[in-house]
């Protein structure tokens, strides 16, 4: 499934530089360099954490895209900095846990 | 070696927000000389934590990149506190990382860890009150 696909399924665009970027699994974390660790190429993030070193992460360990959960905010600074170096960021008003299993069904 | 390439950079120790940019810039560089996504990865995300480390320690440092035919050799220099116990400092979990640093989402005694597991050898020479170097090797 590409990322442009999770939109209108509870998810929402902040930053889609990349949309036809392939999804493969999900990662769950907010400590960056535990995620940094342990994500996957082309997996799909979860996060609660909408600092700008999110980005540098999420480039660096080359995942498909960023799910910003619980409705937290995308910062200018953030957005700025995700369409600058190619990182995908999308938005779900829901908590972590349903986030997780609503992708889990889209992704399947 | 002489058709080894050499990219250096200087890691400022005074902007956290911008930390992760020799990185980046080093993941395009190598983007360009047709390496797999795989080992970009892997070059990226251990100077990316040799990066924040630095950040974080020891206000800063350079950074050295060599791109040889064999292998891609990351050499990462400060002049910062040096690491009291470098055993210690290995075990994933352990950090000396403030408060604020940790509500950045850092912190989380990862960093040294993930430079090791991504990387083919690691050597740390370090001097309490004189700096750290850190060499690493990926294999091509």
């Known amino acids: 499934m590409k990322v442009k696909d999770l939109l209108g399924h509870g998810f929402e665009a902040l ?6 970027r392939e999804i493969d699994g999900v990662y769950i974390g907010d400590l960056l360099s535990w995620v940094m660790g342990r994500a996957q190429m082309d997996n799909a993030w979860i996060t609660i954490m909408n600092n700008v070193n ?3 992460v999420a ?3 080359d995942t498909s895209c960023v799910i910003l959960a619980e409705g937290v905010a995308m910062t200018d600074e953030l957005k700025e900095t995700a369409e600058a170096k190619d990182v995908n960021v999308l938005g779900s008003a829901d908590p972590i846990f349903e986030t997780a299993v609503r992708l889990a069904g889209l992704i399947g | 070696m002489s058709d080894s390439l050499v990219f250096h ?3 400022d120790g005074e902007n956290f927000t911008s930390a992760g940019q020799a990185s980046t810039q080093v993941k395009k560089n190598l983007r360009q000389l047709g390496l797999s996504p795989a080992i970009i ?5 251990a100077m990316y934590e040799g990066e924040i480390n630095m950040v974080i320690h020891a206000d800063g440092g350079t950074a050295d990149v060599i791109v040889t035919e064999e292998y891609i050799e990351i050499v990462l220099a400060d002049q910062g506190p040096g690491i009291k116990n470098v055993e210690q400092a290995m075990q994933e979990g352990f950090s000396t990382a403030t408060d604020s640093i940790r509500s950045l989402g850092f912190g989380a005694g990862m960093g040294l860890p993930n430079m090791k597991r991504y ?6 020479d370090t ?5 750290t170097t850190i060499t690493m ?3 091509l």
């Not at chain 2, 990865?41 to 995300?45: N, Q």
């Not at chain 2, 990387?119 to 740390?124: G, L, P």
Request: net charge negative; glycine share 8%.
């Open chain 1, 54 to 56: 999110v980005v540098a």
């Open chain 2, 127 to 131: 001097v309490v009150g004189q700096g």
């Open chain 2, 9 to 11: 950079f200087d890691v």
């Open chain 2, 119 to 124: 990387t083919d050898s690691m050597q740390i």
């Open chain 2, 137 to 139: 090797r990926v294999d």
């Open chain 1, 15 to 20: 930053s889609l530089p990349d949309g036809d």
């Open chain 2, 41 to 45: 990865r892997r070059v990226s995300i």
């Open chain 1, 59 to 61: 480039s660096l360990a």
